[in-house]
């Protein structure tokens, strides 16, 4: 594994989905650095990796605001829309609901089903990463950001694919990526 600058040059065998994120980050002048690796499932595997980009690793859960399995029921009873949220959190915090459900107004928050993952962000489980939300262009998904993840100069994510995770500056996410992709970020406490 090689940390590198920028797009690969080669772009045979890499995903669409993965080359809109390279064009996207050059679009908007982002400079950034990418390191190819094997498939990256869990935060564990991912060790080498984040020693390589020093940089904060996050990791990305997309939650909803109940639970799949009672979608029918709530249907029926004409309740509220269920409600997306991708939570960004330094890979080494514990995560509870209780503890996010307050600060966000949301009950019942669970784990969204990997279909949703895919029909919203374009993105298969083991790879989601903030950078799914230049694909969500009816604004499904809610970006939640814990603030410790901002407290770093650099961070980790994967450009939609599990098979390479970029350093991008921490600023370079606040100022230029996420307002463009026009999804304007909740800082919660974690």
Known sequence: MELVNGKPTDTQGRLDKEIRVYDFLDSLGVTYQRIDHEAAMTMEACEEIDRMLEATICKNLLLCNRQETQFYLLML???????????????????????LSAQIGSSRLSFAKAEYMEQYLDITPGSLSVLGLMNDKDRMVRLLIDEDVLTGEYIGCHPCINTSSLRLKTKDLVEKIIPAMEHEPTIVKL
């Open 77 to 99: 009873c004409n309740r509220q829309k269920t409600k997306y949220y991708l939570l960004l959190i330094p890979g080494d915090k514990v995560f509870k609901t209780k503890d």
